[in-house]
């Protein structure tokens, strides 16, 4: 495999274990794979500083820090999940970080239903959930390309004593038996991906805007929207990828594009 010359020197600093061909893939035809890392994002912006123009993948079976959500980390004991990051390029004119976000949500959530034969929720702003617990995470960065980092248990997470050693937290194995091979999930994951990325580099948003909506299951909903500078309560009105449209408590309709929001607490009523 012949890799393009800003590639070659990365290569023999970062030392990647092994960088897999795809054969057949349409967008990201190789994965840079690393037995631990610090973490995925991290390998994954020195790729996209060389090379911004460029697909690359890199996944690893531990990190050591792992970044989460606002600082936090992700944790996963060595092989039980997926560790994986993605670069693309953000030249294009719908490059935002809800549509990147959307894009990943969907193709996790299809796939972790694949597996689990269950319905998994997508929890604003980036988080997959099955049955309230959080099975998947996803951080998107901007810098010289997109940089999506995906964090997926795979494997029954440990436990300490009697305590998991993460709280609130789930895996596809906890559904799921025998849980899934994780060469399995990487491909499930990527050949999605690739599939909603063919789609929307046609123009077509529709098929994504749909998913995203159903898997958040908030549409006609009473929530709690948080912003950087309000909490505001009232109903969801309607879900685009270009604005959320919320129905206040006093019968106003309010828009707000999706990277003001921050979280969106459902609010359960009774009947």
């Not at 009105?237 to 309709?253: D, K, Q």
Request: charge should be negative.
């Amino acid at each position: 495999m012949s890799l393009p010359s800003p590639l070659v020197s990365i290569q023999e600093r970062l030392r990647p274990d092994r960088i897999r061909e795809r054969p057949g893939a349409k967008v990201f035809t190789t994965v840079w794979e690393f037995e631990t890392t610090s973490s995925t994002s991290t390998i994954a912006q020195e790729l996209a500083a060389s090379n911004p123009t460029q697909f690359h993948v890199v996944t690893a079976l531990e990190q050591s820090r792992g970044r989460g959500q606002h600082g936090r980390s992700w944790a996963s004991a060595k092989g039980h999940g997926l560790l994986i990051s993605l670069v693309m390029p953000k030249d294009r004119p719908w490059s935002r970080p809800s549509i990147w976000c959307a894009w990943c949500a969907t193709a996790l959530a299809d796939l972790v239903s694949h597996h689990t034969s269950l319905t998994p929720q997508i929890k604003w702003p980036n988080d997959i959930l099955i049955e309230g617990r959080k099975v998947a995470g996803i951080l998107v960065e901007q810098s010289a390309a997109v940089v999506a980092g995906i964090g997926l248990n795979i494997l029954p997470i440990p436990s300490s004593g009697d305590q998991p050693l993460w709280a609130n937290a789930c895996s596809i194995g906890d559904f799921a038996t025998p849980p899934p091979l994780l060469e399995e999930v990487t491909e499930g994951l990527l050949q999605r991906l690739e599939t909603a990325w063919i789609k929307m580099e046609s123009g077509n948003f529709q098929d994504l805007e749909i998913h995203f909506s159903r898997g958040l299951g908030i549409s006609g909903r009473r929530v709690l929207l948080e912003t950087a500078r309000e909490n505001l309560s009232g109903r969801i009105h309607s879900i685009r990828l270009e604005e959320i449209r919320c129905e206040t408590e006093n019968g106003a309709i309010r828009s707000f594009a999706p990277e003001e929001i921050l979280h969106i607490y459902p609010i359960e009523e009774e009947f």
